[in-house]
């Protein structure tokens, strides 16, 4: 059985870090592009960030760009989301999910993506 699972969330005050990270187990991960989403109270689910599985290119949101860092350790089946200078808005539950699609370059959008694993999330709650 396919699976993740999320760690590392949190109640932290504005401006500090957290790093997430996500295990997969049950599918052959080094195939699949792996994204982060979140999902705050009221709002729509949203993509953060996304890490393509061929040469580690990355996305980013434009609200957490220069924040926000995605990275992959294949021989772990493990992505992190090392999150800096958090804000209020940050606040959600984040989800990490598996596509097979290759995305590379500015032309693709893995936002679009029909993602085939998800995880349960891990909460990350930001204090002002």
């Known amino acids: 059985e396919a699976q993740f699972v999320e760690s590392g969330g949190g109640l932290v005050q504005a401006g500090d870090s957290l790093r997430l990270s996500c295990v997969a187990s049950?599918?052959?991960?080094?195939?699949?592009?792996i994204a982060w989403f979140r999902q705050a109270p009221g709002k729509q689910r949203e993509l953060v960030s996304y890490i393509n599985n061929k040469d580690g290119e990355t996305h980013y949101a434009d609200f957490v760009k220069g924040r926000f860092t995605i990275s992959r350790e294949n021989a772990k089946n493990t992505v992190y989301l090392q999150m800096n200078n958090l804000k209020p808005e940050d606040t959600a539950v984040y989800y990490c999910a598996a596509d097979r699609n290759y995305c590379s370059g500015s032309g693709c959008d893995p936002s679009s993506y029909e993602y085939d694993y998800w995880g349960r999330g891990t909460q990350v709650t930001v204090s002002s």
């Open positions: 049950g599918f052959t991960f080094i195939d699949y592009g």
